[in-house]
Structure formats: C-alpha cells, structure tokens
C-alpha cells in the first residue's frame, strides 16, 4: 500500500485479523511531533472476547513514513492490563504514518498495518508567533488609552491652572484700593502742608 494515498486516520481504530479483534490507537490523541507517544494495541479473542496476554515476544510493530522504511519499535504489555500493548516513538515531522503489525498470536501468523495522522506541534502550541503579534498589538491599546487619558489629565491640569489664573485675576480690584488708598495718602500730606503755611503766616503777623 503507498502510504502517501492514506486517508485521515481516526483516533482508534478497529479491525479483525485471524480470529482476533485488533483496536489500535494511542495514549494521547492527537499524536503530536516532538512528544514520546505511546501507540496501544489491544487484543482480543474473537470467540471469547478474552484478552490475549503474553504475546509481547512474538509482535513486531513498526512505523513507516511517506517514501521511508520501517522502523521497527520495542512493544510491551501494559502492566495491570492484559491483552494490551504499547510502543513508544518519538515523531519528529508531521503527516501520515503507517504502523505495521506483524507476527504471530498464540501460533497464528498475522500481518496488518494501521493509519496514524502526527500533527505539527507548532500548530497546537499557545501562544504561537501570531498569538504574540496579536498580543502585542491587543496591549498597545492600552497605551494608546493612557496617551489619550494623559491628554486629558494635561487638559485637566491646564485647566484648573486657568481656574487659578482666573481666581487671581481678581488682582486687580486689589489694585485699585491700594491706589485709592494711595491717593488719600497724598490728600493728607497736601493738607498738611498747607496747615504748616498757615502758622507760620500767623506767627509773621504776630510780630
């Protein structure tokens, strides 16, 4: 089968193989590059619906990409459930993989192959460069918020400083006491003077 016609995969899938039900999927869904990923295979009898254990030794499982060759992997049975079996890998590029099982349970030759999607892990990952571009354009409204606040805090403060110009525009009322004030000053020295002429003019007729 050419891996490159494989169609989307689905995250466990079912087949019956010499009499054995086959459900084959993963540990975690989806299967992402760059992340230890454990492939499960579970085993059933048929007839009985029984798992079947022990077969660890007798399973090959291995991975194949696009146009490359079979890798095979190290298969174990999961501990405290029997009938079930896990191979780790690592994938590291995305796209269509297919996984061969091949070997023999309780004596019967089998061989099959399964289909499994490994998605990019950049397209699952948050915040990615977009994310952050978007972050940073979504954060400088808040400046823009503070010029425009600040802008009218300047505003505000030139305001109240107009207030206060204005309240110490009463100034010059003040100054038109202090000139009258001054004005009655030079009345009384006027006065004055003249009162001083005066005695000095009777005291001149006197002698």
Same mark, same amino acid.
């Given at each position: 089968?050419?891996?490159?016609?494989?169609?989307?995969?689905?995250?466990?899938? +079912?087949?019956?193989?010499?009499?054995?039900?086959? =459900?084959?999927?993963?540990?975690? +869904?989806?299967?992402? =590059?760059?992340? !230890?990923?454990?492939?499960?295979?579970?085993?059933?009898?048929?007839?009985?619906? *029984?798992?079947?254990?022990?077969?660890?030794?007798?399973?090959?499982?291995?991975?194949?990409?696009?146009?490359?060759?079979?890798?095979?992997?190290?298969?174990?049975? !999961?501990?405290?459930?029997?009938?079930?079996?896990?191979?780790?890998?690592?994938?590291?590029?995305?796209?269509?993989?297919?996984?061969?099982? *091949?070997?023999?349970?309780?004596?019967? *030759?089998?061989?099959?192959?399964?289909?499994?999607?490994?998605?990019?892990?950049?397209?699952? +990952?948050?915040?990615?460069?977009?994310?952050?571009?978007? $972050?940073?354009?979504? *954060?400088?409204?808040?400046?823009?918020? $503070?010029?425009?606040?600040?802008?009218?805090?300047?505003?505000?403060?030139?305001?109240?400083?107009?207030?206060?110009?204005?309240?110490?525009?009463?100034?010059?009322?003040?100054?038109?006491?202090?000139?009258?004030?001054?004005?009655?000053?030079?009345?009384?020295?006027?006065?004055?003077?003249?009162?001083?002429?005066?005695?000095?003019?009777?005291?001149?007729?006197?002698?």
């Amino acid at each position: 089968m050419a891996v490159g016609a494989a169609g989307p995969a689905l995250a466990h899938e +079912e087949q019956t193989v010499e009499g054995y039900d086959l =459900t084959f999927g993963a540990a975690d +869904e989806p299967v992402i =590059t760059d992340e !230890r990923t454990r492939l499960t295979l579970e085993i059933l009898d048929n007839e009985t619906d *029984e798992p079947v254990d022990g077969q660890a030794g007798t399973l090959q499982v291995s991975v194949q990409g696009a146009g490359g060759e079979k890798t095979p992997l190290n298969v174990s049975e !999961r501990h405290g459930e029997p009938g079930v079996y896990e191979a780790a890998v690592v994938f590291t590029e995305p796209g269509q993989y297919v996984v061969h099982v *091949e070997g023999s349970l309780d004596g019967t *030759e089998i061989h099959t192959h399964f289909e499994k999607e490994v998605h990019d892990r950049a397209d699952l +990952e948050y915040p990615g460069d977009a994310d952050e571009t978007d $972050d940073d354009g979504t *954060e400088s409204a808040p400046d823009g918020d $503070d010029g425009t606040e600040s802008a009218a805090g300047s505003e505000g403060e030139s305001g109240t400083d107009g207030n206060e110009n204005d309240v110490r525009g009463d100034g010059p009322d003040d100054g038109t006491d202090r000139a009258g004030l001054l004005a009655g000053a030079d009345v009384g020295v006027a006065a004055a003077v003249i009162a001083a002429v005066l005695v000095v003019g009777a005291l001149r007729l006197r002698r």
